[in-house]
């Protein structure tokens, strides 16, 4: 769509001027000008970028079978859609828990099969990803790989949905051509997360960029969740910052979540507790039709088996 049709008036008027051709940006598939409507993902039984407000929730890392079917459990009854937990975890230090790759992907399975709900996990490195991908419902990139493009051309021959993070350092166009090689590559189900960005502020973890919601809306259609635990690393903002969140129009949230935060091998002082977390979905279960969004009904209760693929 690199040119519009030049205008000629109705038979008798004068011709009108011809609009200047617009002109794409380096994000050429993932701008609105080549796709004006909302892209809408469809994960399971819930579809993200449409009416409905969709929270993926669970521990930073997957650590052990109790914490993460715990912690899975917790958040389904409160009203989660999606499971989240990392299994490779991109430490800032080499000493610092790593995460327990495949043997925490089969726990997030396990969490699956218990809760019925289907999960997100990071994949850091292109070697992974067969792994990976035959385990989660949804590849996870996380900030510090959001310019790994050799990752990035790999996952765009992915069949599933991709949720990528902005990188620290990134500006929204930066972002949205990272987005644009998962799209050039072929793979379409891409979900964008804002999770704060590196600034001189030191209150806070990172700092919440709640603005870039508009801006990625302007120019994109793809759907943008926030993260406000990675981006506040306080869990005493993450529920008035997920308040903020729904209000400019984010499609969801991705929380921290964890069944005994002070005891976390990972983000610990960012993760909210069970009973948090579950007054934080009901406040905005009330808040969302104001918003003109609505939170899917609350769980049935009842065991139910994914029935998503997967192991
Ligand atoms: C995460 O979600 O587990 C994570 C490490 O987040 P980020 O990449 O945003 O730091
Ligand atoms: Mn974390």
């Known amino acids: 769509m690199e040119t519009q049709a030049s205008g000629q008036g109705p038979a008798g ?40 407000f969709v929270v993926m929730a669970g521990p930073c890392s997957v650590e052990a079978d109790p914490q993460m079917l715990g912690t899975a459990w917790d958040v389904k009854m409160a009203g989660a859609h999606i499971i989240r937990g990392g299994a490779f975890k991109p430490r800032s230090s080499p000493y610092s828990f790593q995460g327990l790759a495949e043997e925490g992907l089969k726990m997030l399975a396990k969490a699956r099969e218990l809760t019925g709900l289907g999960i997100v996990t990071e994949v850091m490195d292109s070697s992974d990803v067969d792994l990976v991908e035959s385990y989660a419902d949804i590849l996870q990139v996380g900030a510090r790989n959001s310019q790994n493009f050799s990752l990035l051309k790999r996952l765009s021959r992915s069949r599933k949905p991709i949720l990528l993070k902005r990188g620290l350092m990134n500006t929204v166009e930066e972002f949205l051509c990272s ?49 406000p635990s990675h981006a506040s690393g306080k869990a005493h903002y993450v529920a008035p910052l997920s308040r903020a969140a729904l209000a ?46 609505q939170i899917s009904t609350l769980p049935d209760h009842g065991l139910k088996l994914a029935d998503q693929g997967g192991k």
């Open 13 to 52: 008027s004068p011709p009108q001027a011809a609009s200047p051709p617009k002109k794409l940006p380096p994000y050429r598939q993932a701008s609105r000008l080549t796709h004006p409507e909302d892209s809408v993902i469809k994960l399971g039984a819930h579809a993200i970028g449409g009416p409905e």
């Open 248 to 293: 400019v129009g984010a499609d969801g949230l991705m929380i921290e979540v964890h069944c005994a935060p002070e005891l976390a091998l990972c983000d610990g002082d960012e993760s909210l507790t069970p009973d948090a977390f579950r007054t934080l979905m009901a406040d905005l279960a009330c808040l969302a039709p104001s918003f003109g969004r």
């Open 179 to 227: 987005a644009e090689y998962l799209l050039a590559g072929g793979n379409e189900s891409v979900i964008l997360c804002e999770r704060g960005i590196r600034t001189f502020e030191t209150s806070t973890r990172n700092t919440l960029d709640l603005s870039s919601v508009l801006a990625i809306k302007e120019r994109s259609h793809l759907p943008v969740i926030v993260d």
